[in-house]
């Protein structure tokens, strides 16, 4: 038992796994204690066993599985990670345990799936259970459908899924194991017991014995529904209900239980799917287009038996249900007709929703053919349209029901009512909102009294039975009209009526239950919350069609459209017209008997005292009493309106005004005066009585009736003045009433004819009363005018322009209501339509065009051509039908098939017309498009999955248009769009998803439907394309935002465990940033939608979503201002309308709400009072909070992607929001509310406000400046130019004080900002270019050029051609004003992109390109060509005409900018400067006259190309404060230029890191050096003196090894840094920059003193080095600073030791590469060319010694480089001839030194023949061959007296023969000299006397000379710093640090004597040399100093001259400092010591 005893000390969980299964059972046993003890279902232990339980239940030895068995259900039970273990632990159940022989075993198999499904694991268990159904082992099987009814009959059908359980059930019926068949009955029986009849479909293929069985057993079975008895874990509130029933033994909720269960199973969902397309008969088509009808009814009989079948595929059935519909209206047997029917009806039937696309072209045929008199067709017909009902929404087909609710046949009407009475009875309150409602009814009411009984009575039970769904009060206010009698009746049918399922009606319990598809429709609340939502059509429809004439029955009318029109015509008493004798009398009853006499007076006075009399009769009556039509008869009496007086006239105008007024007006009495003062409105003294009059009739009859009449009058006189008037009179009228209900057609036509007037005034009336309409119109009032004359066109535009952004005044009028009644009815207008133009849709007031008679078979037949062409002319011809009517009727005829068919096409550009086409049709066809989004809409979607970007952009705008106008509903209604997503195409997926997640936050309610995407939603996540995956996680919050958390996290059941748990985390996820549903609309802010569809440039879904806004903040509408507040109720821009508001609101007169809308929203409105004051008081604080490193944080934060990257081409919400998030801790929460208002006007606010607090809140603007930025990038996409003008007019003024602030944008804002204000410099308005181009200027001062450039050329890729033309503009600006260093990344490819616009289209984008192309040429010359590539021959002679003609002529290259123009460039006189800013704001003269006096102030030298030139010249030059740094060899900078975060290191306690920096890494030494590029300078001094600590301790040095280039790339940023920011900045401390520089030379002699560091210096930093270095040596501006010349010396004496010690290949490849620069350069000084190559003169002279360590092929590589930028030829134009000395000194020395070799060194050249650099070495090598030919390998050797001894005489003459010649001859003089310098050098005993004792004397004298100047230079003039460079520094060490050779003695005494020869005492200073270093001097031209032309013989004199200056003035230093040691050259000079000594000095005090 040893072993025993070893197993029992395991842990449970190994025993679990031992292989004895007695330790196993032990550990079984042991397991089970210890899961019955755990109490915390979340404790840790569960996790050990979590892969062992299925081990537990697959045990081998059956005593211990049982056991095992046992442990695992408790783990389930009480574990809360056991439904991790699910899949795997059921399949071993199945597999291992239900085959076991032990009845215990199979229990406890049992109860753990049991178990399982109870911890909500349903659908895995029910997997697994359904695959045991496939194993061969039957005990299995049997134990498998056991398991599955125990569930059914414990947790109910709703728990577990019955469809796939049904589906496989027959399959056991056919076993051959009894056991199994009866399971398999019993199963069947458990099934029917949930689901009844719904089980008899799947199981009629079974054997009939069995069924028959069944059968038996069914019956028996009791008809009242199981109950659920055992529930899941979250259903506890479930289970404590039914446990408390059966305690109570009460069956209180039974009837609710029933209906719950009766819905649970549609029979439907059990079957399978049928395909019947491809089993149609072949030759269908034909026969049922035969003659014969009994060919038709054969071709009938084959469908009608397809269309048995109860669910069937979906596909496409639009031929198929076109030739029914055919035969249902066109066919003349009936027979046939009624077969048609029931195959229609099968259809419907078997494809459900899927149907509902057909429904629109086939109910209309169904109800004309009502008129059918046979019962039995009648019948088939009524079975049709009910199947076709239920598989669409009433809503749908309202509009086909109303169209033959007016038909001549009482058959038709009949069948219409019916078919609506039985429709109401699907429905439920919410299916069957008011506005359905209101329509029908209406149309119904008509019915009740029409002549024929069957149609009344039909209307009766339709009314009865809408009475019965929605209540009596819902349709109560529909029936107002209606006498008692009938309602009685309605009430009666009402009661008699049976909804299906029980239903109680409207109220009781079960309303909200109904059949399934019902539940499809939306709720009432879904209508306001589009303004183009299905309520507007059906109603407005209803209500043009029923009350489109003049009302016959005043009362009938006002039921259909009185609401809609806002008039109650009902209360409008339509008198009867009275006889003139009926009016005397009753006047007579109310006048004073003196006042009718006098009325036809002839005496004027008399008529006056009687309209005076009658003015107070009129005045003191009661409104009761007031006969009004009588008392305006007797105005009208003769004289009447043909009055002459004109003070009589103005009485009676009054008079009629007044009795409008005050008494009961109708509009009898209304057309009695209407004339006459129509007639008077011109007039110049009556004119305003008579719009008074006007106005008064328009309270009284409403103004929209008044307005057609006057109109239609005033145009039907002549007289001009009063057309003008009468517009005048009609557009204030319209202010002042609003436009609720105006009838735009009704005077349209009049409007035009206006505009087509002769007379301007009537022309400019019309256009002001556009103007006004275009207030509440928006842009869709511009479509009636599309034909008018482009002149008149823009004055209308101007007018609109003029209106944009307005809001529409709040209405100060209305129509007088009477009665409470009517404020009742108001109330009722809020409710239903919440909103809309006083409850009418702009768009329904538009007059629609029916064009489906144009849209011919012949058409058709085209647009479906096998041709592309015919198809494309089809399509053509579609578009201009479409185009014509402009708008039009929903009925298209055939179009919409022919256009689907063209969406798959192959040709593309057919596909794009056809989208085109799409929306053209949207807009044309407005809401009525509805009823095509199945047929025509969701192939839209599809084209989104084609594979080219622009036809999936054209599908999109299509979709996008077609959404404005059919709001979402119908999109999300069904699986069409679930089916979309599941084509496994990329491209589709992400669009349709992207577009989802826009349009889904916008809604308040979506259909069920949506459920239906989920699963395509979860594959999406996962899907293989990045983009599909992200779209589908932006989507995920969307969705459950709508279908909730739970909803969506039980969907993830059906995954994958791997898919399920990645799923379930991003879900958790979208829960966190779920948006809030928007709220519905508040009732008074609904009238607003008017003007948002108007400020929204009419689209319309702005009207709705503006609706929606108020309270729904968080939908974004980038229009609108991104997001608003998250709680609508406490944002405070949106406060709850207070009580009395809203009692206002509903008193207020009809279509008058908007005002109280108006007082809540608008910015102008007052805010409620007990807010105001609270509200002042938050603004008074600062706007900005300043928070310390918040912004660095931010930039961490985006650079570790922890939050989104500010890049986009349209903002998201979820930029948006992430904004909003950052901000609200840095700005004032007030300013945010208003920052993200939905309102354009409080931006607009809140922008003001920030421009008052810039100027004081400027450090914490600084700080947000990254959010300011951002948010203004989002204004960008705004289409209001209000607030686009806004935004610049701050953007001006942020920049203006971030330059006078010196503050520099950092990568971080300008990436995102730039690109988007770039996108504005595109605007089609000119002011708005003007600004952004201004900006975009101001912007280089703050932030590099070189870094803007990119982002213009980014621009220039645009589509917008306006924007490609302005970037190339702002681009020619760059180079013309910074040089050619802006063009990044290389001017070669910058230029070959902009070169690439000069073959553009547009005009203006090509002229720009030319100029920018000039601009190049005017700073580089003819390199230009070079540079832009190849150009097309058109191109290139369009760019060399251009140049040519260019005004500005190249000058010849100034090397400094003119101090004229200097100040330019700083602050533009004109922030709107375009185009070669500096010369337009310069007066021309002044800048010739400047350019002038540069070119006198400065040697001019030839135009070189500047590309290379370093710009900091420029910088120099430009006194802004932009430090633009050009970018240096490969080394990624960036993170140097940045602010680094650590706290500022004091010098003590960073010293210990360079104790130990051995065993610390390179990463301190990186954060030191990245501290010396600082833009602090005590930061960088801090750094480059622990740098100097430890490059001082030779021992320590040696851990800089490595970090060399690192290190002087941070010093020469730093150079850079002080020449361009630091010394143009006068605030700056001019000590501190020396104490700066000074730091900088002591570390870079210390580093250049150490050979083995400073040969780590790589060539192209050495190249910028020395060019940092030499330009600092030329700083004019060192003189005015003292201490300067300090810093120039140890600036000559580090370039010597760098020229020294450096990598000698290295540095002399550095200098040739900054030669050619510098010379191909015009902008830099010519001396920095002259010091260079003084500086290659020296090295030259060491070349014998450092020959050997050199790389002669790197170095012959540059020479070659440079020799093919300049060949001789180019190098001799120079103005100086040094260039091409310097050069062939180089090449001739090298020759010299390695002889022929040096013709092998030419491998790394390519392409040798590009230079004349071979050439050129075989003519030196073969010339000294003559020399050296004999001599064999010299090694190191110098040229020995050997060769010279073995020279024979004979070759020395010739070769010195060959020299004098060329020393003769004028082009070789200088070649000449310097050979024979060199040959003296050689042989210094070579006898000259034969050769010159011939020569004259001068000849002799010039010889003599030039050697002497060639020694001079050879010796001395290559000191970098002569006094001829720089003569005031009484440079202390020229360049010489070989002082051992040259003593300055020898200097001393050569001085004397030249100084005595030129009569100079030797006391006398020529320049202040030595000590009067304070007193700068006057430097004089460089060219007087360095010109070496032998031509004035006093040349070589004065060089010498100056040569001894600089020595004496050297020793003098030397004197004075007492430094007698600086003999040796490696070793520091004193001025080392001496700034070693400062740096010291510098650190204690730090210290």
């Known amino acids: 038992m040893g072993d025993d005893s070893e197993w029992m000390k395991l842990p449970i969980d190994q025993k679990c796994e031992h292989k004895l299964w007695k330790a196993r059972l032990n550990g079984y046993e042991e397991a089970l204690k210890l899961f019955q003890r755990i109490e915390d279902e979340k404790s840790p232990e569960w996790g050990k066993y979590l892969g062992l339980i299925k081990k537990f239940v697959t045990d081998s030895n059956a005593v211990a599985q049982l056991k095992g068995l046992e442990a695992a259900l408790a783990f389930v039970e009480n574990a809360h990670v056991a439904g991790k273990t699910t899949g795997e632990v059921v399949s071993g159940v199945v597999t291992k345990v239900f085959n076991q022989p032990k009845a215990r075993a199979k229990e406890l198999g049992m109860d753990i799936c049991l178990m399982y499904i109870e911890i909500e694991k349903a659908e895995v268990v029910q997997d697994e259970l359904l695959k045991g159904l496939d194993n061969k082992n039957p005990k299995i099987v049997v134990a498998c459908i056991e398991t599955l009814r125990k569930a059914l009959s414990d947790f109910g059908s709703k728990t577990v899924t019955l469809k796939p359980v049904v589906k496989v059930l027959a399959k056991q019926f056919e076993s051959r194991e009894k056991a199994v068949r009866d399971e398999a009955k019993l199963l069947a029986v458990e099934i029917y017991k949930w689901i009844r009849d719904a089980l008899r479909p799947p199981l009629q293929s079974i054997n009939s014995v069995q069924l028959k069985e069944l059968e038996e057993e069914w019956v028996k079975l009791p008809s009242s529904p199981p109950k659920q008895t055992r529930f899941l874990r979250s259903q506890q509130d479930l289970k404590a209900k039914f446990e408390q029933q059966q305690a109570q033994g009460g069956e209180q909720s039974d009837g609710e239980d029933e209906e719950e269960t009766a819905v649970a199973v549609d029979p439907y969902e059990l079957l399978e799917p049928v395909e019947i397309l491809s089993k149609m008969p072949k030759d269908f088509y034909e026969k049922i287009e035969a003659k014969k009808w009994q060919e038709r009814k054969e071709a009938l009989e084959a469908i009608e038996a397809l269309t048995k079948n109860p669910k069937l595929e979906n596909g496409d059935y639009g031929d198929l249900v076109r030739a029914l519909k055919k035969v249902v209206g066109k066919d003349a047997n009936v027979m046939l007709v009624s077969m048609s029917a029931k195959c229609l009806a099968g259809l419907a039937a078997g494809l459900r929703k899927k149907f509902g696309t057909y429904a629109g072209q086939v109910v209309p045929t169904i109800l004309e053919k009502f008129k059918e008199k046979k ?145 499809k429709a939306a709720p009432p609340s879904e209508a306001p919350s589009k303004s183009s939502g299905p309520p507007k059509k059906s109603q407005t429809a209803a209500a043009s069609k029923v009350s489109a004439g003049p009302p016959k029955k005043g009362k009938a009318a006002s039921a259909a459209g009185g609401k809609t029109k806002k008039t109650s015509d009902s209360k409008d008493f339509t008198e009867t017209e009275l006889s003139v004798e009926a009016c005397e009398d009753l006047a007579a009853g109310v006048l004073p008997a003196s006042c009718l006499q006098q009325l036809d007076s002839a005496n004027w006075k008399e008529r006056l005292a009687s309209m005076e009399d009658f003015q107070r009769a009129v005045e003191t009556m009661d409104r009761a009493v007031m006969p ?71 309270e009284a009859c409403s103004l929209p009736w008044t307005a057609e009449q006057v109109v239609s009058m005033a145009f039907a006189q002549k007289n001009p003045k009063n057309q003008a008037e009468a517009l005048n009179w009609l557009a204030n009228a319209m202010k002042e009433f609003g436009f609720a209900g105006i009838n735009v057609k009704a005077f349209i036509n009049n409007v035009k004819t206006a505009l087509g007037a002769t007379n301007p005034a009537v022309r400019t009336a019309a256009i002001t009363l556009l103007g006004v309409m275009y207030l509440y119109m928006g842009a869709p009032l511009r479509m009636f005018f599309e034909d008018e004359k482009p002149a008149l066109l823009v004055q209308i535009d101007a007018e609109f322009e003029k209106m944009q952004g307005q809001s529409p005044p709040a209405p100060i009028r209305a129509t007088k209501k009477t009665a409470a009644d009517e404020e009742e009815d108001e109330g009722e207008e809020h409710d239903e339509d919440g909103g809309g133009a006083g409850g009418k849709d702009i768009m329904d007031l538009l007059p629609r065009t029916d064009i489906s008679d144009k849209i011919t078979a012949d058409l058709v037949s085209k647009i479906g051509d096998k041709n592309w062409k015919i198809r494309k002319e089809g399509l053509d011809e579609a578009a201009a039908i479409i185009s014509e009517a402009k708008f039009i009727t929903a009925n298209v005829g055939e179009l919409p ?89 990329p491209f589709l997926r992400q669009e349709v998803l992207g577009w989802l997640a826009e349009k889904l936050p916008t809604l308040r309610t979506v259909p069920g439907d949506l459920m239906l995407c989920i699963p395509q939603l979860y594959a999406c996540l996962e899907d293989r394309n990045g983009d599909v995956r992200k779209k589908a996680q932006d989507a995920l919050p969307t969705f459950m935002m709508h279908l909730g958390y739970d909803k969506m996290n039980k969907a993830t059941g059906k995954l994958k465990p791997s898919s399920k748990d990645q799923v379930v985390a991003m879900l958790e996820k979208a829960r966190a940033v779920m948006p809030a549903k928007p709220a519905a609309p508040a009732k008074t802010g609904g009238k607003g939608s008017a003007e948002a569809s108007r400020s929204a440039s009419a689209s319309r879904s702005a009207a709705a979503s503006e609706d929606v806004a108020d309270s729904k903040p968080e939908v974004k509408k980038i229009r609108g201002g991104g997001v608003a507040g998250k709680k609508p109720s406490s944002s405070p821009e949106d406060p709850p309308p207070p009580k009395d508001k809203e009692c206002n609101g509903s008193k207020k007169p009809p279509g008058k709400a908007k005002a109280a809308a108006g007082s809540q929203q608008g910015p102008a409105g007052k805010k409620p009072a007990a807010k105001g004051m609270k509200e002042d008081e938050d603004k008074s604080g600062p706007i900005f909070i300043l928070i310390p490193n918040a912004k660095e944080q931010r930039i961490k934060e985006e650079k570790q992607l922890k939050i989104l990257k500010w890049n986009f081409i349209t903002p998201r919400d979820e930029y948006v929001e992430q904004l909003k998030t950052q901000m609200s801790t840095c700005i004032a929460k007030w300013l945010q509310d208003e920052l993200f208002h939905f309102d354009f006007q409080r931006h607009v606010k809140a922008i003001g406000v920030m421009i008052e607090r810039l100027e004081s809140e400027t450090e914490a603007t600084i700080s947000c400046l990254d959010l300011i930025l951002k948010w203004f990038s989002l204004r960008f996409f705004d289409t209001n130019t209000t607030v686009l003008m806004k935004v610049l007019e701050y953007l001006k003024l942020l920049f203006t004080m971030l330059n006078r602030e010196n503050y520099h944008l950092t990568e971080y804002e300008a990436t995102s900002f730039v690109p988007y204000l770039i996108l504005k410099v595109g605007e089609s308005k000119d002011v708005v270019r003007k600004d952004v181009r201004a900006i975009l200027a101001m912007l280089c001062k703050v932030y590099p050029a070189s870094k803007v450039f990119p982002f213009l050329m980014e621009g220039t890729k645009s589509k917008n051609s306006k924007q490609r033309s302005e970037c190339l503009e702002e681009l020619g600006c760059l180079i013309d004003g910074y040089g050619m260093n802006v063009c ?248 501190d920059i020396i104490k700066l520089y000074s730091c900088i030379m002591g570390n870079m002699l210390s580093l250049f003193s150490m050979e083995a560091l400073a040969r780590e210096a790589s060539m192209g930093v050495l190249k910028d080095l020395m060019h940092g270095l030499i330009t600092l040596m030329l700083d004019t501006r060192m003189e005015d600073v003292e201490d300067g010349t300090q810093v120039i010396r140890s600036v000559n004496l580090l370039v010597i030791r760098v020229l020294e010690n450096s990598d000698q290949t290295n540095i002399i490849s550095a200098l040739l590469v900054l030669l050619q620069d510098t010379l191909v350069s015009t902008a830099g000084s010519p001396k920095v060319s002259e010091l260079v190559m003084k500086c290659l003169w020296r090295i030259i002279r060491f070349l014998p010694e450092t020959i050997n360590n050199i790389n002669l092929d790197r170095i012959l590589l540059d020479v070659h480089n440079f020799m093919k930028v300049f060949p001789k030829e180019k190098l001799k134009q120079l103005k100086s001839d040094v260039p091409h000395r310097t050069l062939k000194t180089l090449l001739h020395t090298l020759c010299k030194l390695t002889g022929a070799k040096i013709l092998d060194h030419l491998s790394m050249i390519e392409n040798r023949n590009e230079s004349e650099l071979e050439a050129h070495l075989r003519r030196v090598v073969k010339h000294s061959g003559n020399l050296s030919g004999m001599k064999g390998d010299r090694g190191n050797e110098k040229m020995g007296l050997r060769t010279d001894d073995r020279m024979s005489k004979a070759k020395v003459s010739d070769i010195l023969s060959e020299i004098f010649k060329k020393i003769g001859s004028k082009e070789n003089t200088k070649e000449g000299l310097t050979e024979l310098y060199e040959y003296k050098q050689k042989y210094s005993d070579a006898d000259l006397e034969p050769f010159l004792k011939n020569t004259s004397q001068f000849f002799q004298s010039y010889v003599e000379r030039g050697l002497r100047m060639i020694e001079s230079e050879r010796e001395g003039k290559t000191r970098i710093q002569t006094s001829a460079v720089i003569p005031q520094h009484g440079s202390d060490s020229g360049l010489s640090g070989s002082n051992e050779e040259l003593k300055p003695a020898v200097y001393y005494e050569r001085l004397k004597i030249l100084r005595q020869r030129q009569g100079l005492e030797n006391t006398s200073r020529q320049q202040g040399v030595g000590g009067s270093d304070d007193e700068p001097q006057q430097r004089p031209a460089i060219s007087s100093l360095l010109s070496s032309k032998p031509s004035v013989a006093s040349s070589t004199d004065m060089l010498h001259s100056k040569l001894s200056q600089l020595k004496e003035s050297r020793e003098l230093y030397q004197q004075e400092h007492n430094s007698p040691t600086h003999a040796r050259s490696a070793s520091p000079a004193t001025n080392l010591d001496d700034l070693k000594k400062r740096l010291e000095r510098i650190k204690s005090n730090r210290q």
Request: charged letters at 25%.
């Open 628 to 698: 009004c039509q009588a008392l305006v008869k007797m105005l009208a009496k003769k004289p009447g309106w043909k009055e002459t007086n004109f003070q009589v006239m103005q009485m009676k105008l009054h008079i009629v005004a007044l009795i409008a007024q005050r008494g009961q007006f109708s509009k009898t009495s209304a057309f009695v005066v209407l004339d006459g003062l129509v007639d008077k409105v011109g007039d110049v003294k009556c004119g305003g009585n008579a719009k008074e009059g006007l106005t008064a009739i328009g």
């Open 375 to 519: 019962p039995q067709v009648v019948q088939s017909l009524q079975e049709a349209i009910d199947a076709i009902f239920l598989t669409t929404t009433l809503q749908n087909l309202s509009e086909d029901v109303l169209a033959v609710m007016d038909n001549k046949n009482p058959s038709i009407k009949q069948q219409a009512s019916l078919f609506l009475a039985r429709s109401f009875r699907h429905c439920t309150q919410a299916t069957l909102p008011k506005s359905v409602l209101k329509p029908l009814c209406a149309a119904l009411i008509k019915q009740v009294n029409d002549s024929a009984p069957e149609v009344r009575d039909a209307a009766f039970e339709a009314l009865g039975t809408a009475m019965k769904v929605v209540g009596e009060k819902a349709v109560n206010p529909f029936l107002t009209d209606l006498d008692k009698l009938k309602l009685d009746k309605i009430k009666e049918c009402a009661d008699k009526v049976e909804l299906p399922g029980g239903r109680k009606g409207a109220g009781g319990g079960g309303a909200a239950v109904e059949k399934k598809p019902a539940a």
């Open 1384 to 1631: 990044q990344p290389t001017p070669a490819k910058s230029l070959k992109e902009i070169a690439v616009h000069i073959g553009d289209r547009d005009t203006s984008v090509r002229n720009a390109a030319l100029n920018t192309v000039v601009a190049v040429y005017n700073a580089c010359g003819d390199q230009v060509y070079k540079l832009i590539g190849n150009l097309s021959e058109k191109d290139l002679s369009m760019l060399e005409e251009r140049i040519k003609r260019s005004a500005k002529k190249t000058p010849a290259a100034p090397a400094k900018q003119s101090t004229t123009e200097k100040p330019q460039r700083e602050h533009p006189t004109h922030p709107n400067a375009t185009f070669l800013r500096k010369p337009a704001q310069e007066d021309p003269n002044k800048l010739n006259q400047a350019r002038q006096n540069a070119h006198h102030s400065e040697p001019s030298h030839p135009s070189i190309p500047k590309e290379f030139q370093l710009d900091l010249d420029m910088i120099e030059k430009d006194q802004s404060q932009v430090c633009e740094l050009p970018d240096l060899v490969q080394h990624k900078l960036d993170e140097l230029l940045e602010p680094i975060m650590i706290p500022k290191p004091k010098i003590r306690s960073v010293s210990p890191h360079f104790d130990d920096l051995h065993n610390s890494t390179a990463s301190t030494i990186n954060f030191v050096i990245s501290q010396v590029a600082s833009g602090d300078i005590n930061t960088s001094i801090q750094a480059l003196a622990q740098i100097d600590e430890v490059l001082r301790q030779e021992d320590k040095a040696d851990v800089m090894s490595g970090h060399i280039d690192q290190l002087l790339i941070a010093t020469i940023m730093q150079l850079r840094l002080i020449n361009s920011t630091h010394l143009a900045d006068d605030r700056m401390d001019k000590k």
């Open 897 to 985: 098939l022919a256009l689907k068919g063209r969406l798959n096409d192959s040709n593309k550009i057919l596909v794009q017309q056809s989208l085109t086409i799409l929306q053209q049709l949207a807009a044309a066809m407005g809401p009525g498009l509805k009823q095509h989004v199945k047929a025509l809409g969701f192939p839209v979607i599809t084209v989104l999955g084609d594979s080219k970007a622009n036809v999936r952009m054209a599908a999109m705008t299509t979709l996008q248009a077609w959404v404005e106008q059919t709001g979402m509903k119908d999109w999300l209604e069904g699986e069409d769009l679930s089916e979309e997503l599941k084509r496994e195409n």
